[in-house]
């Protein structure tokens, strides 16, 4: 994993201090080592250092910063083609490079055993067998890639520029454009640090953009519209029903389980666990612990929380080896701004989310971990959520799988980004195995009756995910873990009523705050579900945003996101 940035200016301006700048703010991401294009030169250092920075002068430049996660410290990026026609920086992980490296070794010299080195000369080959076409080459490479990636790639001749983003949207990429630059980052803060702090947009995930510069029309930067990569690996709009009885949806299940967990752990000696006791990080676990020497679990909570007290239980049942960051108001309090510097948001959903998954995170990179798995996703893709059985209620199993489906298709925007943040922040890459697109394609196959029981009466199916606890019991775990009820990670670590604490503290009392101001809230960008699914409740949203909270948070953003941008 690591940083990207890339700036184009439209004025013909030395734009490699502005570079600096937006590495510099993203350190975390790659503290590995950093790398610059240039149209003329590729160049590298092991240190942030504004002496490197000055050795360049170019109207055109990309940026790279590494976490060294595969290839250890001979992976510098950006990379080049053999015929030094195109350059690359990748943000990612390709899970079945090996495999794609044996069928280009004999074509190619390669320098380093990162998986990116493969993609650079994969890409190679489908641009010389498309005679030069660049956005056809990345359609072919893209599709052949097993993996999470943002691509940035330029074309040396011409100085044209594609960015890529696989089909789930695991990592990000964002971009802008103002009279003077077009530039890109793997956050928005990259973009704020250079004045850019309007109109920035995220590339869609499954989609390329072009970047065409016309140096004839002085260096007039052209964007066009983002567009739609097939990469073999996105959510389709409709799944057939395949495994109609248990057994079937069972064994088809568990081997993709198995097989998206031991291609993310594989050459490990020692992976973390963003674990919160509920059965998703669970089983991913108890899977892991069966495939790496040593597998250690985190959470956080404020003590004697749900989440904390459960997940000391499980792991003395199954014998898991786990790291409790128990957390006080003062910790919560001093927090606050660090997540919200991090997450580059304010929404009181997000924040709430977030903070304890910051502090199971910040905990293992104290220890040293470099790489974790998260149980997100399951949820989505097995029916987890309580507001899915009163779909089925309203509307019947026909339409259940197409909110599954959108759910799945917009976990990029409202959790996959933010996590991304919150683990790169402390260095430390996230996977997550059930989010392999393979997986899904299997999962949202099986026959949603499995997973959501309707009982014909107006009460709720509170459990869900039925196929996933069921595998859960046969692989082991016992059957008061696998059906365990859990609460949402801001109630179950305890957090959401510290924050209601520590918002009155400061003056925010909910009885002095107008419940018009939940009006306001509704014109901006919350949690898309609670948007989506609040009026099957017959309330405006599932959660609600508690204004005094939210007017707290917004106050401690007022003193950060301005100094982002500075």
């Known amino acids: 994993m690591c940083g990207i940035v ?129 956005l056809e080459a990345v359609k072919r490479t893209v599709f052949q890639l097993d993996g999470i990636y943002i691509l940035a790639i330029r074309e040396q001749a011409t100085g044209n520029i594609i960015l890529v983003r696989d089909g789930i949207g695991v990592r990000q990429i964002y971009y802008g454009e103002n009279d003077r630059f077009f530039a890109f980052g793997s956050e928005k803060k990259a973009l704020w640090k250079i004045n850019m702090s309007h109109k920035i947009h995220r590339l869609l995930p499954g989609y390329a953009m072009f970047i065409k510069q016309s140096p004839s029309e002085g260096n007039y930067v052209t964007t066009l519209h983002p567009i739609t990569v097939n990469t073999n690996k996105s959510i389709r709009s409709k799944y057939p029903i395949l495994y109609k009885d248990i057994n079937s949806a069972l064994n088809a299940y568990k081997d993709a389980l198995l097989r998206s967990v031991e291609k993310r752990v594989r050459d490990f000696d020692r992976i973390g666990i963003v674990f919160s006791g509920g059965i998703d990080s669970v089983i991913v676990a108890y899977l892991a612990k069966q495939m790496v020497p040593e597998v250690i679990c985190y959470t956080s909570g404020i003590k004697d929380s749900n989440d904390i007290t459960n997940s000391i239980d499980i792991a003395e049942k199954l014998d898991l080896q786990l790291e409790i960051n128990e957390l006080s108001e003062a910790d919560v309090e001093k927090m606050i701004p660090e997540i919200i510097n991090v997450i580059e948001d304010d929404n009181m959903g997000q924040v709430e989310v977030a903070i304890p998954i910051y502090a199971a995170v910040k905990l293992a990179r104290e220890q040293g971990i470099r790489v974790m798995l998260t149980g997100q996703g399951a949820d989505e893709i097995f029916g987890g959520y309580s507001w899915y059985s009163k779909i089925v209620q309203k509307f019947g199993y026909d339409k259940i ?100 604490s520590i918002a009155i503290k400061n003056g925010f009392d909910k009885s002095a705050i107008k419940n018009t101001y939940l009006e306001q809230l509704n014109k901006r960008e919350l949690m898309g579900s609670s948007q989506r699914y609040g009026h099957l409740f017959e309330t405006e949203q599932i959660w609600n945003i508690e204004p005094h909270i939210q007017m707290y948070l917004e106050k401690i953003a007022s003193n950060i996101l301005p100094t982002i941008s500075k």
Do not use: W
């Open 6 to 134: 890339g700036i184009l200016s439209k004025k013909g301006e030395n734009v490699a201090p502005l570079i600096e700048k937006m590495l510099s703010c993203m350190k975390n991401r790659g503290p590995d080592g950093v790398g610059l294009a240039t149209e003329d030169e590729i160049i590298y250092s092991n240190t942030f250092d504004k002496v490197f920075f000055s050795q360049t002068t170019a109207n055109s430049v990309l940026g790279h910063s590494r976490l060294a996660i595969v290839g250890g410290s001979c992976g510098s990026q950006p990379f080049v083609s053999c015929d030094k026609k195109l350059v690359l920086e990748h943000n990612g992980e390709i899970y079945n490079y090996r495999d794609l490296r044996r069928t280009l070794e004999t074509r190619h010299e390669f320098h380093t055993s990162t998986d990116s080195e493969v993609i650079i000369h994969l890409l190679e080959d489908h641009y010389e067998k498309t005679h030069g076409d660049l």
């Open 401 to 500: 799988l197409e909110y599954m489906i959108k759910d799945v298709q917009l976990l990029y925007k409202e959790t996959l980004e933010r996590e991304d943040k919150i683990t790169m922040s402390q260095s430390i890459e996230l996977r997550e195995p059930f989010l392999d697109p393979n997986l899904i394609d299997t999962v949202l196959k099986i026959d949603p009756r499995l997973n959501i029981q309707n009982s014909g009466s107006n009460e709720f199916d509170t459990l869900g995910k039925r196929v996933h606890r069921k595998l859960a019991e046969n692989l082991g775990i016992p059957r008061e873990i696998a059906f365990r009820i859990k609460e949402a990670a801001q109630h179950g670590s305890g957090i959401h009523n510290m924050l209601d």
